[in-house]
């Protein structure tokens, strides 16, 4: 006669505490073989995407001269760098002498105007000007300038006179602060002066040449005591941008500005006895030939004529965020990994052993939107980490300049493309669990998601105020966290999410996203509560 | 083959969710064609722009509700189970997988039609308040004129592959949120990354290939030479992508345990 022994489970009996709750949800997670490919499949999507479009996106210009036909071809030249490292657009005509030392230069403005083209080019070498249009571009600048010597990309400070916001005093390339309002004219003549001492140069406005307003000082690092200083005018491009459908579909052209100048007054070091004009550019400016360009000087009256912008480069593409186009590939795999968390639990009947396992409903949700949020922040880190650099260097290699990013920006690309991966799976999660449907919640969060993105960037689909408007309060926002470009307000371009622009900062985009999480996690904790399993 | 469809009917009408979201696809794609109709400002009257184009975008959202609709038709037999009595009842499994095809696609066809028609019939009204008149030297949108009709016949017809290759994926992988994901996947993906690819003749090659942007093309009625396809030639690209989907759904299907 057998004697039966009660069976004693060998575990030691616990509390159910959350790490029991987590280990239990970590333990589903990774004994289901289909979401563990799942989560390596979204790697190596981001990945491999994120190779290919660096493979194909060959980049490569020749200069072509009348001189020489058919010259080699080559990889697209980067544009100047600034002194903070970003990319800068330096083309002007700039009238000029060292200033050895200290000293200052005054003048008075008494005119601003302009040409643009609205044909995308210029009339013939000869002629540049042939065929524009009279006007003055909103940010055509002329005024006076000391700059650390005549490269592209050197460091400067100006006070100028720009074509609709007023004075300006700005500063290697990214600074601008505002001086007086209003159009320079002839009866309203504005007057400059800059000041040097040292490094450091303080700019002044003036309406009557009497009474002096401080604008701005700055310290020019780095600026030899040979600097070169004068007046100078640029004007950037033309273009408009049809307020409708296709925001790239932008008609445009080089513009052309021209300043009056008078009472040029000058205190200091100036050794040399006369004014050397210059068109500071290269052939990939946006601006007119040299021909079109000059200054002339007669009996204290000088006018400056240039084309082509001193500012911040906008019209990059921005590299770092093509590389990780595969990360809507990503995000369709998680996101169908979050639902499935839960639904596959209703569907197998296995949350009724869940939750009487665990009778505290919200902790078991809290338990699963843990294990998925670090599962798939971990698998995102490793793919932007892998994928950015991989993509850079085969972009590099077909040609293509990379844009400049700082250590800071491209962790906040990284960490932000994993937290966009986590809390777009935790999203998938709590609708799944307030669905209870795979079908309807992998839709919701997709259409949520990955369409406005899709509407917005697909150039012809949209009007302009509809696509930004789009990124703006959808969980598509949150796009805005892969940003490595940056946004000026000195330089009009097509800021659109099409060209790599969101509306939001890229932290603030983020919170979208986050805010429509809590919101659905919030009434899913809620539901779980409240329905029966 | 009469039974057969008429049990995929009943199994579809019965549900209670098909009906509702029959009504927001059509309901849906309305509103988003109205929202696009209503934002086009073209003071100038020199923007680019393609009356057709922008009354029907709102088929960008309503072939997502097609999709799920579709998808569903297929999955939730294999969620629940009950695949294995339809199969018990129709051995031949490729009558099953077309008598789904036909129901998904005859709901979609009645949809898509109310849908197409709401939205041209917004589009005329909204667009000429928006300046898009003869005047500025647009045709008024009206099916009368070939390439609007064309654009309008094609967006049902579109709405119709997109859910015989719901149908199709959903019979080749079986489960739901996997079937949507790739589904949408297909979709979504090829136009990000033709946005990212700089690379002209690759950025072309995956326009044609994309089952998305090619079968809208269809909707185009201005500027057609500028696409890389015929608007007839797009839809066949989605019809070709269909018909992969359909027929890897069949033979697997036809060849593995259900």
Known sequence: ?533 | MTDVVHAEWTKLRTLPGTGWLLLAAAALTAVVSAIAANAVTCPAGTCQLDPARVSLTGIDLGQVIVAIVAVTVVSAEYSTGMIRLTLAATPRRGQVLTAKAAVAGTVTLAAGAVAVLASVLVGHLLLARHGITPAHGYEPLSLASGPALRAAAGSVLYLELIALLSVGVATAVRDSAVAIGVVLALLFLFPIISGAVTSPAWHRHLDQFSPMTAGLYIQATTNLRSLPLTPWQGLGVLAAWAAGAMLAGALLLRFRDA
């Open chain 1, 1 to 533: 006669m057998n004697v039966m022994t009660p069976y004693h489970s060998e575990l030691p009996v616990r509390h159910d505490g959350f790490g029991q709750l987590l280990r239990a949800e970590w333990t589903k997670f990774r004994t289901v073989r289909g979401w563990v490919i799942g989560v390596l499949v979204a790697v190596l999507l981001i990945v491999g995407i994120g190779a290919l479009t660096g493979a194909n996106s060959q980049c490569s210009v020749a200069d072509v001269t009348p001189q020489n036909p058919n010259p080699p071809i080559q990889a697209c030249p980067a544009p100047p760098t600034g002194p903070g490292g970003e990319w800068v657009s330096d083309s002007f005509y700039f009238v000029r002498q060292p200033l050895a030392g200290n000293g200052s230069i005054t003048v008075r403005v008494t005119s601003l105007t302009g040409l643009y083209s609205t044909h995308g080019g210029f009339g013939s070498p000869q002629n540049p000007t042939a065929g524009m249009t009279p006007g003055v571009q909103p940010w055509a600048k002329a005024g006076i300038i000391i700059k650390a010597d005549t490269r592209q990309g050197a460091a400067y400070a100006a006070m100028m006179v720009t074509g609709s916001h007023g004075v300006r005093m700005q500063w290697d390339f990214t600074h601008d602060v505002a001086g007086l309002a209003g159009k320079v004219s002839a009866a309203s003549p504005r007057w400059l002066r800059l000041t040097r001492s040292g490094a450091v140069i303080t700019g002044y406005d003036s309406a009557d040449g009497a009474h002096w307003t401080k604008v701005g000082t700055v310290t020019l690092a780095g600026l030899p005591a040979t600097a070169q200083a004068g007046l100078f005018a640029a004007s950037p491009g033309y273009s408009a941008n049809s307020t409708s459908l296709g925001g790239a579909s932008s008609t445009g052209g080089p513009a052309l500005a021209t300043g009056a100048f008078d009472h040029l007054g000058r205190q200091g070091a100036w050794p040399a006895a006369r004014w050397t004009g210059q068109a500071i550019q290269r052939t990939t400016d946006v601006a007119l030939p040299a021909v079109a360009q000059g200054f002339t000087q007669t009996a204290g009256r000088l006018t400056v004529t240039g084309s082509g912008d001193i500012a911040p480069s906008t019209d990059d593409i921005d590299s770092v965020k093509h590389t990780l186009a595969g990360t809507f590939a990503g995000l369709i795999a998680v996101v169908v990994i979050g639902v499935m968390f839960i639904t596959a639990e209703y569907r197998r009947g296995l949350i009724r052993t869940t939750l009487t396992a665990s009778p505290r409903r919200g902790r078991v949700l809290a338990a699963k939107a843990i294990v998925l949020a670090v599962v798939t922040f971990a698998a995102g880190l490793v793919a932007a980490a892998v994928t950015i650099p991989l993509g850079e260097h085969l972009l590099r290699q077909s040609g293509n300049p990379i844009v400049p990013a700082s250590a800071l920006t491209m962790t906040r690309i990284v960490v932000g493309t994993a937290a966009l991966l986590a809390v777009s799976a935790v999203l998938g999660l709590a609708v799944g669990t307030l669905l209870r449907r795979s079908v309807g919640a992998v839709t919701v969060v997709i259409a949520g998601l990955v369409l406005p993105y899709v509407l917005a960037v697909t150039p012809g689909i949209l009007p302009v105020g509809a696509e930004q408007w789009l990124v703006r309060v959808t969980p598509a926002a949150a796009f805005a966290v892969q940003q490595g470009v940056v946004q000026y307000p000195q330089v009009n371009t097509v800021y659109a999410a099409g060209t790599g622009y969101f509306p939001l900062a890229p932290w603030a985009g983020f919170a979208v996203l986050c805010a429509w999480t809590a919101l659905a996690l919030a009434l899913a904790a809620f539901l779980l509560r409240r329905r029966d399993a």
